[in-house]
């Protein structure tokens, strides 16, 4: 079992900027492509970044495209995600994932966090 652990979420006004992390497995961190993603209530799951094992290569969704920043330290097994100009539109529960193997934009991802909720005030 991959343990995940989301921290950083919490209560931020429009406009402001936040930093999401997430723990990963001690010495197989570097293995894993990471992800995130998130739900808003009543919405479907969003896929918004991926990064691959290296950091070489990483994905973003449209909607967050130039605002959000995926990064990972392979070093302190850890996988980040620094939000800018956050709006309201972005509150939800923010979940990492972490797989082996196959296309980081494949939002096919294995193992989860439970989630980081995050609230943007208008």
């Known amino acids: 079992q991959v343990q995940l652990r989301e921290s950083g979420g919490g209560l931020v006004q429009a406009g402001g900027s936040l930093r999401l992390s997430c723990a990963g497995p001690g010495r197989t961190f570097s293995s894993y492509a990471m992800a995130w993603f998130r739900q808003a209530p009543e919405k479907e799951r969003e896929f918004l970044a991926a990064?691959?094992?290296?950091?070489?290569?990483?994905y973003y969704a449209d909607s967050v495209k130039g605002r959000f920043t995926i990064s990972r330290d392979n070093v302190e097994n850890k996988a980040d995600l620094q939000m800018n100009s956050l709006k309201s539109e972005d509150t939800a529960v923010y979940y990492c994932?972490?797989?082996?193997?196959?296309?980081?934009?494949?939002?096919?991802?294995?193992?989860w966090g439970q989630g980081t909720q995050v609230t943007v005030s208008a």
């Open positions: 990064i691959s094992w290296s950091g070489g290569r990483t």
């Open positions: 994932a972490a797989k082996i193997g196959g296309p980081i934009s494949d939002p096919l991802y294995d193992h």
